[in-house]
């Protein structure tokens, strides 16, 4: 389709009259040109699919026209580019015969022909390699890529996924709980409890098809007059571990913080970390916050008449419980931990 040439546009050399004539007549010609444009645009687009449909459909006729069917069958000279099939694979000609029967695909091969049949699929994540002639399934040779990340929040057998060959597991042990505060006469907040250790470890699978993951619990906040209690241990079978952190110990004294948790230790793996150890109540009163582990903050430090913040991440501590007078309260539960596994080709 034609577009509609636009009006003279106007010059700095018009006069006034010249110019607001040529300036209303371009301007108003506009919207037509705008409506013209846009659907010689959609034609070319239509256009371009037509002629992309018919190069697919004449590239499908060419590959149809030049097979020859069963090599056994075939007499005198063939010409390239001509495909055969031959002992269940497809063959293409790559230089022309004076006789097709004197050269058989798969024999002499390197020379004249070339194996194009896409091999049976396989195990999933294949692909797809060749020798020079022929094509092959298998498991990609250099190996690496990401295959998946499974998540541990409780105990449990990790099961190797396919085509697995290194694993990276990740793990924290449980947090400790925070301590309570005391129910007669407290101005001190109760401490916060310990974070777990953390470990990291790459590990060769290739002979593994599973094994057992244990998560540690969170060590559970103390009562007013109580300690918190500790967290538990996480393991990835005997590869690696890492302990719970400490509970928060309750003050027996009116105006002092018992003793904030110990974090635990990662140990077996090629990175080992100490978790975060909580902090000591304060007179005011605010408590003591739970210890950060390698995956976040433990419970927040809160003030009077408050029991204590959970842990937050993942192995974190538990925070103190606040105090009032002769009212006590309860510390904060210290996070359970986690096994992250990733896995590799």
């Avoid at 256009?47 to 020859?68: C, P, Q, V």
């Avoid at 020379?111 to 399934?137: H, R």
């Avoid at 924290?172 to 974070?195: C, L, P």
Wanted: net charge negative; charged share 10%; glycine share 22%.
């Amino acid at each position: 389709m034609a577009i509609t040439p636009l009006p003279p546009a106007p010059e700095p050399t018009d006069s006034t009259s010249q110019f607001n004539t040529k300036a209303f007549a371009f301007v108003a010609a506009l919207d037509d040109f705008v409506t013209e444009t846009n659907a010689l645009a959609v034609q070319v687009d239509a256009d371009a699919a037509t002629a992309a449909s018919g190069a697919e459909a004449a590239e499908a006729a060419l590959g149809a026209a030049n097979f020859k069917g069963e090599w056994s069958t075939l007499t005198g000279a063939l010409a390239i580019p001509a495909s055969v099939s031959h002992n269940d694979s497809v063959w293409v000609l790559t230089q022309s015969l004076a006789d097709v029967t004197s050269n058989e695909p798969g024999v002499d091969s390197p020379n004249y022909w070339i194996n194009v049949t896409i091999p049976p699929a396989g195990t999933s994540g294949n692909v797809l390699t060749s020798d020079g002639t022929n094509w092959t399934s298998a498991a990609p040779a250099g190996g690496g890529s990401l295959l998946r990340q499974v998540v541990f929040t409780s105990s449990g057998t990790w099961t190797k996924g396919a085509n697995t060959k290194y694993i990276l597991v990740q793990g924290v042990g449980g947090g400790g709980g925070g301590a309570g505060s005391r129910s007669v006469g407290a101005n001190v907040g109760g401490a916060g409890g310990g974070a777990g250790g953390y470990f990291s470890e790459f590990i060769d699978v290739t002979s593994v098809s599973s094994t057992t993951v244990t998560i540690g619990s969170g060590g559970s906040g103390g009562a007013a007059d109580n300690n918190g209690s500790d967290g538990g241990n996480t393991s990835f079978d005997s590869y690696c571990s890492a302990t719970g952190g400490t509970g928060a110990i309750y003050s027996t004294a009116q105006s002092r913080s018992g003793d904030p948790g110990s974090g635990g230790s990662g140990s077996g793996g090629n990175v080992n970390i100490t978790g975060g150890g909580g902090t000591t109540g304060q007179s005011g009163p605010s408590s003591g916050a739970g210890g950060a582990s390698f995956f976040g903050g433990g419970g927040r430090s809160v003030v009077f008449t408050s029991n204590g913040v959970s842990g937050q991440a993942p192995g974190s501590g538990g925070g103190g419980a606040g105090a009032s007078g002769n009212a006590g309260f309860s510390g904060g539960s210290g996070a359970s931990g986690l096994v992250i596994v990733w896995e590799y080709a």
